[in-house]
Each structure stands twice: as C-alpha cells, then as structure tokens.
C-alpha cells in the first residue's frame, strides 16, 4: 500500500523559509514521478513544483524566481521528496500535499494527507 507523509510544515514570517519533507513507502520509488501541490482556502489545488523518476523538474509560474531549480529534490535511497520554500508570501499559505505517479500508469496517483503551512505578514 502506498503511503506519503509529509513533515516540515508551520508558521513562518514574509521571507522567511521553510522547508518540507516527504516520506514514500510501498512503491518503487524510482519509478514515480514526486512532486508538491498545494491548496488556499476556497481555492483549487495546484501545482508547486514536480520531480520526474528522471530528474527532471517543474516548478508553478507563481513559485518561479523565490524557489531555485534544486528547491525539489529526492532522494532515491531514502525514498523522500523534499521542497525548499525560500522568500515565502503570505499568498503561500495553504496545505502542501506530496504527490507521486507512477511512470507506468496515469490513474496510478497517490497523495499525501496534506501539511499546513502559514505564512504571516
């Protein structure tokens, strides 16, 4: 069974950094593609960032520029997802949720149960 937990999350100031961690189990992990969504109140889930099983990236227009291209990384080994949220607004506060998809199956999704994250101005 496929489990994603995430851990990281909090309260922080305009600017300040946070850093979000993603633990996988019960997968092939090098398989999956990993990546962050997140929610606001009374808006639709979107995308923040995304890992490929291929180590390639994708990063939100709205996170471009205050994340850097090493922001999502994983490690393989470890199997964990992570996510440096650097010069973090208070329009980034919602739940984070880690997501994985196999490479071999798009309706083979998962989700995390989701981490808040706040920022204050």
């Known amino acids: 069974q496929v489990q994603l937990v995430e851990s990281g999350g909090g309260s922080v100031q305009a600017g300040g950094s946070l850093r979000l961690s993603c633990a996988a189990s019960?997968?092939?992990?090098?398989?999956?593609?990993m990546g962050w969504y997140r929610q606001a109140p009374g808006k639709q889930r979107e995308l923040v960032a995304t890992k490929s099983s291929g180590d390639g990236t994708n990063y939100a227009d709205s996170v471009k520029g205050r994340f850097s291209i090493s922001s999502i990384s994983r490690d393989n080994a470890k199997k964990m997802v992570y996510l440096e949220m650097n010069s973090l607004k208070p329009e980034d506060t919602a739940v984070y949720y880690c997501w994985t998809r196999t490479i071999l199956s798009r309706s083979d999704e998962y989700w995390g149960q989701g981490i808040q994250v706040t920022v204050s101005s």
């Open positions: 019960g997968m092939i992990f090098t398989i999956n593609n």
